[in-house]
């Protein structure tokens, strides 16, 4: 039997705990003036770190979105960080209204992590793209192609959670980071691949079928 969970990101707890004590001290006080502000902050908090479910209806070969939020660069480069080779790039910008959870793209290995320091300008900016600081994991399919998903942080999220390590053996949905608060995730793909989706396009991680190897 599946064991029911709290819909929030562990993460989130000491936030949540804090901005809900300053709400009730506030109010206890009887300074109103404070505490609907902080009542509004609490609410955000708790929204910001929820973490539903998340089931698709996706072939198992496709490859879901690990964020949600909206597409904002499908793009063909040279990726001189991860592979030194022509990568097909599609980028989502989270902003702080999305579920920040992140999830696995597709089953595989976990064979690199690769941490870069960096910046702090807007996530969605050129500057951002190049300069921010940025977690990726390179993962090998089950099918033997290569790929990697890339934690990128922005002018607010200075803060970059991943759980995953060199080896592990993952599968498609699962979560395995956040970033706090805000920011975007950037996925390097065969220029092969199939894309399903187009610029603009709002998604959700664990659902929405972003491509698919050739």
């Not at 969970?5 to 300053?22: D, M, Q």
């Not at 006080?29 to 089931?55: H, N, S």
């Not at 200075?158 to 080896?167: A, G, M, T, Y």
């Not at 949905?173 to 610029?199: A, C, M, N, T």
Request: charge should be neutral; include cysteine; glycine fraction near 6%.
């Amino acid at each position: 039997m599946t064991q029911p969970r709290i819909p929030l990101a562990r993460e989130g707890y000491p936030f949540i705990a804090f901005a809900a004590f300053v709400t009730l001290i506030t109010a206890i006080l009887g300074y109103e003036f404070l505490a609907w502000p902080a009542l509004f902050i609490t609410t955000f908090v708790v929204a910001f770190f929820r973490d539903p479910e998340r089931m698709t209806d996706a072939a198992p070969e496709k490859l879901i979105y690990p964020a949600d939020g909206k597409i904002i660069i499908i793009d063909e480069i040279f990726d001189d960080v991860y592979f030194q080779q022509q990568m097909l790039k599609v980028s989502i910008f989270m902003n702080v209204f999305n579920v920040h959870v992140n999830r696995i793209p597709i089953d595989g290995d976990v064979e690199k992590i690769v941490y870069q320091p960096g910046q702090f300008y807007s996530a969605d900016s050129k500057k951002g793209a190049l300069l921010n600081e940025r977690c990726g994991v390179i993962l090998k399919t089950e099918s033997g192609d290569q790929m990697a998903f890339v934690q990128v942080a922005g002018l607010i999220a200075r803060r970059i959670v991943n759980w995953l390590e060199p080896s592990d053996t993952v599968q498609r949905g699962e979560r395995f980071g956040l970033i706090r608060f805000g920011s975007r995730v950037d996925l390097y793909i065969p220029v092969s691949s199939i894309v399903h989706v187009k610029l603009g396009q709002k998604v959700k991680a664990g659902q929405t079928a972003i491509a698919s190897f050739a």
